[in-house]
C-alpha cells in the first residue's frame, strides 16, 4: 500500500528535494510508493499548481488568501481541491497521513506544524524555526497525541539516526560547513551582498537559510533545536566547524566513543529516511559517498568575533523559553531587511543582539509552559521592536554613505 503524504511548503528547497524522493519511489519498483495528500505554498501559485497536479495531490493550498482565485484557475479541470489561507494550512496538516513534512521556512511554519501534532500526524520536522520556538510544546502535543517527530535537517536526522541505538551520550557535536566567508576577514565582511550571502558552497538552499547560514545563525538555530529535541543543555552541545559537509554530525558517548553519521551533501538522504522512519526502505539517486574521491575531511573551531551567533544562542537558551523566539524573531526581520537591501549584512547580527537586550521577553511567564498564543505574540512584538532595529540600522547605513 501506497504511504499518504502531506508537504506544508512544497514549493521550496526541501520541498523540492521531497518531491524528487518521491519521484524516485514512485518510478522504483521494489521501493514504496507515495500518495500526495496535500502540498501547500505561499504565494507561488504556478508551481504550486504544476506540482499538485504533477503528483496528483488530493489538495492544493496556498497560504495568501488573496491568490485563491489564481489557484482555482490554475487547477481547473484537474479535480484537485483549491484551498486558501492559513486556517487551510492547518486544516490539511490535521488530516490523517502516514506522514507530514514541515518544510515551510520561518515562525510562519510553527502554527501547520503544531496542529499537524496535535491531530496525531507524525512530523518530519524540517521547519527549525518550530522547534527554537515552540520546542517544549511541541513535544509536549506529540507526547500527548503519540505522534512522532522526526528530525530532518541534516544534522539533527544524523543525530537521530546514531542515537537510536540507545547509550548512554556525554556531547553532541553539531558539523557546520562554516558558510560562504568561511575565510572571509572582518573588515570584508561589512560589504557582502545578499547575492554573495547567498552562494553557499555545499548547499543549494531558500534564501533565508543561505543568509542564516552565511552568518552562523543557522548553526545557532540548529544549537537551539538540538538542545529541545534531544532534552541535552547547551553546554553538552558542540559546535564543530568541517567545511566538506560529509560528516553531518556527532555523538559522543560516556565509553569514549564517537559515532557519526555521513554521506553527500544532499537534503534527499534525510528527507528519506524521515519519511520511512522507523524503517529504512526509501531509495534514492543520492551520488553514493566515495571517501577516496574526497580525499581528506578538514575540521576547525568556530571563529566567535567573526561569527558571534552561537554564542547568542547559548545566551539565549540559557534566558528560559521566550528567549529563542526573540532571537528568532529579530533574525527573521534582520535577515529580510538584508535581503531587501535595507540594511548591512553585519547589522543581522548587531540586530539580534540588541533585540535580546530589550526587556521585550519580560511581560511573559518563563519556565517551560509558552502556549501558542504566548509564542505567537512574543513574535509579533520582537517583530515590531526589531523594525525599530532595522530603521536605525538603515539610517546609519545611509548616512555613512554620503
Ligand atoms: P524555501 O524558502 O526554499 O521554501 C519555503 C517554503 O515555505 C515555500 O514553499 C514557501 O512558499 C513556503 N512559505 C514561505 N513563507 C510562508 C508563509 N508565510 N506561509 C506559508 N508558507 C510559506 O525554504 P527552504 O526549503 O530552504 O527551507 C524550509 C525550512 O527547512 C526552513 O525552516 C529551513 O531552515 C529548513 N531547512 C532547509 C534546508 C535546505 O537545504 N533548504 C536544510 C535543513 C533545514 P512560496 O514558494 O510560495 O514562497
Redesign the pocket.
Known sequence: MARTLTIL???????SSALAVVDHCNRTEDCEHFEIEAL?????VH??ADRAIKYGAKRAVI?DAALYADLKEALDGSGIEPMAGSDA?EEVARIPVDRVLA????I??LKSSHAALDAGNSVAL????SMVCAGSLLKTVAAARGAAIIPT??EHNAMFQVMERGGDVERLILTASGGPFRETPAEKLKRVTPKEACAHPN?S?????SVDSATLMNKALELIEASYLFDFPEDRIDVLVHPQSVIHSLVAYRDGSTLAQLGTPD?RTPIAHALSWPERRLSTDVKRLDLAEWASLTFGKVDDTRFPSIRLARHALNMGPAAPVVLNAANEVAVSAFLEGKCRFLDIRWIVEEALGLDIAQSLKTGSDLGLGDVMSLDQESRRRSDELVAAAGAQMRSEAQ
Open positions: 511548503g512544497a514549493t521550496g528547497s526541501i520541498g501547500t505554498a505561499h504565494k507561488d508551481s504550486l497560504a494550512l518544510a515551510i521556512v520561518g510562519a511554519g524540517a521547519n527549525k524555526e535537517d541534516s548547499w538552499m531558500g534564501r533565508k537559510i537534503m
